[in-house]
């Protein structure tokens, strides 16, 4: 099952290479969800899934618990869109970032969907006031209305309630809370996929520092004395430079890597390569 939400460093084009290593669990634990591509491949049947950016935690919820009222605003939005194209879209940037706490949750979830996918490039990015600040992507043409078919054509109803049905099923947990919280979680027969900030590249995220890195593996290493299995995904080579660091973290543990290329910017012939790496205990 695909994704319904976009993220930055998502996991997509990576699964085969991760799935490989994923053995049985009881319950599926993500503390970084993202845009969660390994959950939704994974479909568990119970999960407790986390982040410490409110905005997919919401959008996952809206969905799960409020499908058609979801749904409703965001037909009601992209129409609006449609009608207006880039001035519709700063306002409603605008109003978000301003008001966004006061606003319903499935309210924030729609307006977030919206913004997500009319945004330039599809690109994800707050400002270091947790401000949404990407400009509208006009597709190559001036306000083009284009985006309101684009965007009710990826998120249909049917589409919703099928995510919807799958979230009810079991025991599946959404939380907005710190990735300690969720690996801490954790039991005997568990298993939890990491996918944190990578330091190494110029991707900013949350002031994720060496102390971050260091605490999420302590706190494998506590869930590996459980009985939890992980896997942790990451960059190990980018422009040159090698994250020793991080093996040094992982000392012990199995790893493997995997060179990768990503598309920067709009044009796919821009590609930056790096090398990939996955740590795992099973």
């Known amino acids: ?54 905005e997919p935690i919401d959008v996952l919820n809206a969905i799960k618990e409020k499908p058609e009222g979801f749904y409703a605003l965001f037909d009601e939005y992209a129409k609006q869109l449609w009608e207006s194209g880039s001035d519709y879209y700063y306002h409603m940037r605008d109003e978000y970032n301003n ?4 606003f319903y949750y499935v309210k924030r979830a729609a307006m977030f969907m ?29 306000d083009s209305k284009e985006q309101a078919t684009i965007l009710t054509s990826f998120l249909s109803i ?20 710190s990735f300690s919280e969720s690996i801490q979680a954790a039991q005997k027969g568990d298993f ?40 942790l995904s990451n960059v190990y080579r980018y422009k040159g430079e090698e994250n020793q660091a991080l093996l040094d973290l992982y000392s012990g543990f199995n790893y493997e890597l995997k060179n990768h290329k990503y598309i920067v910017g709009p044009n796919q012939t821009r590609r930056q390569s790096v090398e990939e790496i996955i740590i795992f205990n099973a």
């Open 114 to 142: 919206i913004l997500s996918r009319a945004g330039f490039n599809g690109l994800i990015r707050f400002n270091s006031k947790g401000s949404w600040n990407v400009p509208f992507g006009d597709r190559g043409n001036h």
């Open 1 to 54: 099952m695909n994704s319904p939400l976009k993220w930055m460093g998502g996991k997509k084009k990576l699964l085969p290479f991760i799935e490989k290593h994923i053995p049985e669990y009881n319950t599926y634990i993500e503390p970084f969800m993202g845009s969660a591509a390994v959950f939704f491949s994974q479909e568990p049947e119970n999960s407790i899934c986390s982040d410490i950016q409110s």
């Open 158 to 177: 049917d589409k919703i309630l099928s995510w919807s049905d799958f979230l009810n099923t079991g025991n599946k947990r959404f939380y907005n809370q």
């Open 192 to 231: 939890i996929y990491c996918d944190p900030p990578y330091l190494i590249t110029t991707q900013q995220y949350n002031e994720w520092t060496q102390d971050h890195e260091t605490q999420l593996a302590n706190d494998l290493r506590d869930a590996d004395s459980r009985g939890v299995k992980f896997i």
């Open 99 to 102: 008001n966004k706490q006061k």
